[in-house]
T-cell receptor, first 114, second 114 residues
Framework: AQSVAQPEDQVNVAEGNPLTVKCTYSVSGNPYLFWYVQYPNRGLQFLLK??????LVKGSYGFEAEFNKSQTSFHLKKPSALVSDSALYFC????????????FGSGTRLLVRP | SQTIHQWPATLVQPVGSPLSLECTVEGTSNPNLYWYRQAAGRGLQLLFY??????ISSEVPQNLSASRPQDRQFILSSKKLLLSDSGFYLCAWSVLAVSYNEQFFGPGTRLTVL
């Protein structure tokens, strides 16, 4: 079965420190992977995606993600966290059985303390 | 540029009352359209998606229904709300026939059923 796992409910990091939000996936074939961010009482905002090519993908707001096929991971990273990065982050993978659908992880809450 | 609207932004309804949530997309044609529900500020549940006018796919059997009367309009309805229908409802769109395109989300509707 296809799935996306975000093993951490919450990640805490100090402002200025690097952050990593973890995501692993399980699909057959080559995955299409996405990261979204959600601020309180708002819709999801697209951050970045991996389709093919360079394993390091750069996205909005200084975020990047590294695709690792052997570890089936797509971790979100940022070199220096900001307090304003505090939000809920979702990883998603395209559903291989129905190409118009995304399978979302359960979300990881990022808390950046001043 | 494309924009997506949802209304109302918030709604408080008694159990057993009807529901109608509306979503419209501007700046694109023939989009895929989606309805999600998010409970307790965490995971997303895909409720319905549509690849064209009058074409609705239901993901979860429940007392909700969806309709797409126009190309860029997507409506979520219920004849009788249940307490369990409370949640944050998100509409999204993506480019038709491009399977690796990201979904773009609206601002959401907060529904509270009392």
């Amino acid at each position: 079965a296809q799935s996306v796992a975000q093993p951490e409910d919450q990640v805490n990091v100090a402002e200025g420190n690097p952050l990593t939000v973890k995501c692993t996936y399980s699909v057959s074939g080559n995955p299409y992977l996405f990261w979204y961010v959600q601020y309180p009482n708002r819709g999801l905002q697209f951050l970045l995606k991996y389709i093919t090519g360079d394993n390091l993908v750069k996205g909005s707001y200084g975020f990047e993600a590294e695709f690792n096929k052997s570890q089936t991971s797509f971790h979100l990273k940022k070199p220096s966290a900001l307090v304003s990065d505090s939000a809920l982050y979702f990883c998603a993978v395209r559903d291989m059985d129905s190409s118009y659908k995304l399978i979302f992880g359960s979300g990881t809450r990022l808390l950046v303390r001043p | 540029s494309q924009t997506i609207h949802q209304w109302p932004a918030t709604l408080v309804q008694p159990v057993g009352s009807p529901l109608s949530l509306e979503c419209t997309v501007e700046g694109t044609s023939n989009p895929n359209l989606y309805w999600y529900r998010q409970a307790a500020g965490r995971g997303l549940q895909l409720l319905f998606y549509s690849v064209g006018i009058g074409q609705i796919s239901s993901e979860v059997p429940q007392n909700l229904s969806a309709s797409r009367p126009q190309d860029r309009q997507f409506i979520l309805s219920s004849k009788k709300l249940l307490l369990s229908d409370s949640g944050f409802y998100l509409c999204a769109w993506s480019v038709l026939a491009v399977s690796y395109n990201e979904q773009f989300f609206g601002p959401g509707t907060r529904l509270t059923v009392l």
